[in-house]
């Protein structure tokens, strides 16, 4: 017969096993206290940024055992790649989903929808709307035509797919996706595309109260009409994400790059303009890749960089620096062209850049004029023997301010300190050799 010891330590050590075992699917305990829905709100395009915001919701909902994860949603489309990417998280996720298009004047459009039917659990606000969600973002030449075929086709078989798998209309998604058609929320609960219509959070929690949602980890019978709502919001990367898939704020990003790029080419060693340009420049590159724009908007704006580039180094009277204006706004509007009108770039800011590149323009130019008329008489002034003043170290160049000007100069030996006094000892063009004014 087992002593009171042996059984205490067999207790022990049963707990301990208890603790740290994991436990089955779906076995999970439900926390103590009243039951938790975590909110995230989803408004604007579709992009990166959003499919990891929802991604990591979903996450976090699954590790805290919330009673469900309420997606309020209003948006106008997105990127298929970042659709995708929710929709397969969605589909295998562990906790019940619930998708509300909200509030009254919302909508989900295009990538919207495969958001929406995803969603273990379907609703809309009053006055809202779900639908159009036809493919966009080919040419019109045959092997376009037959691409967007394709990506029809596709998008035609992966939302029926998930209207199957969440029991929606799959007749109706079909004609979303290849005609168009769009549905209010009385005609999307009449039509079985959303279960049901609700006004405000509280009573969409109040009405699903009960129901039985079957989730990766099997069924789970939803407590939400005491629920305690949270809202989770997004993090420092996904904000950053969420910016750069603006195409607007990659324009402004790709054009202080070019500033800031060209402002150090004028001024050799300014250092902060080509820094910040260089990292401005990166940054607008990688907004423009994030939405898969028009390669030949891009070579475009590369041509006109390298104009502006060529007119620093070759005098062109201007012409290069007007070509590469041109060169810029063309490259701008075919950028993203081929996008849905959301993900476009603003005309009016298209236009004032478009402006402001041409009063730079015209002020380059005029400085060069100014610059060729000042130059005859400073190529006569006769200036060997002259003495002036170091306004730059010469190690050994830098520059000198001698009868009355700037100049380029060289120190013939050793380094001259700002400040110092000099004489001329010689010139090539615009460029003097000079030595300090005490060795005479």
């Known amino acids: 017969m087992p002593t009171p010891r042996a059984v205490l330590g067999f207790a022990l050590l049963a707990l301990a096993l208890a603790a740290v075992a994991p436990l089955p699917a779906g076995w999970a305990a439900v926390p103590a206290g009243p039951p938790r829905v975590l909110r995230i709100d989803v408004d604007g395009v579709i992009a990166p940024a959003t499919a990891r915001y929802i991604a990591r919701a979903i996450r976090q909902a699954e590790e805290e055992r919330a009673a469900a994860l309420l997606i309020r949603l209003d948006t106008p489309g997105g990127l298929l790649k970042s659709m995708d990417d929710i929709t397969k998280v969605m589909l295998n996720a562990g906790v019940p989903l619930i998708v509300w298009v909200g509030p009254e004047g919302a909508r989900a459009a295009s990538a919207g929808v495969w958001v929406t039917y995803a969603a273990h659990i379907a609703a809309m606000a009053p006055a809202t709307r779900i639908g159009a969600a036809h493919p966009v973002g080919v040419g019109q030449g045959e092997q376009d035509r037959t691409l967007m075929e394709k990506v029809t086709n596709d998008a035609v078989a992966s939302l029926q797919a998930i209207a199957r798998r969440r029991g929606r209309n799959a007749a109706w998604a079909e004609r979303a996706v290849r005609q168009s058609v769009s549905a209010t929320a009385d005609e999307a609960v009449r039509l079985d595309v959303v279960d049901l219509v609700a006004p405000t959070v509280d009573h969409l929690l109040r009405r699903v109260h009960g129901r039985t949602v079957e989730t990766a980890l099997g069924p789970r019978r939803l407590r939400t009409a005491d629920a305690r709502v949270v809202a989770v919001g997004m993090d420092v990367t996904e904000e950053f994400l969420s910016l750069l ?196």
């Not at 402006?355 to 004029?369: I, N, P, R, Y």
């Open 245 to 440: 898939s603006d195409p607007n704020v990659g324009f402004i990003l790709l054009n202080i790059g070019i500033v800031g790029v060209l402002a150090e080419l004028y001024n050799p060693g300014a250092i902060l303009p080509g820094v910040v340009g260089g990292i401005a420049l990166i940054l607008g590159l990688a907004s423009f890749a994030i939405l898969e724009v028009n390669v030949a908007g891009l070579l475009l704006i590369a041509l006109a960089v390298l104009l502006f580039i060529a007119d620093i180094k070759v005098p062109g009277h201007g012409v290069l620096t007007v070509g590469g204006v041109v060169a810029f706004i063309f490259g701008a509007i075919l950028l993203t062209e081929r996008q849905a009108p959301f993900l476009r770039i603003s005309l009016q800011l298209i236009v004032a850049v478009a402006l402001a590149m041409a009063g730079f323009s015209l002020f380059a130019l005029g400085a060069g004029l100014r610059a060729q008329r000042r130059a005859p008489a400073m190529v006569g002034l006769e200036v060997v023997g002259q003495v002036g003043v170091a306004r730059s170290d010469l190690a050994p160049e830098g520059t000198v301010h001698v009868a009355g000007e700037e100049w380029s100069a060289v120190a013939v030996d050793g380094t001259i300190p700002a400040g110092q006094r000099v004489r001329v000892v010689g010139r090539e063009g615009l460029r003097l050799y000079v030595e300090p004014e005490t060795r005479r």
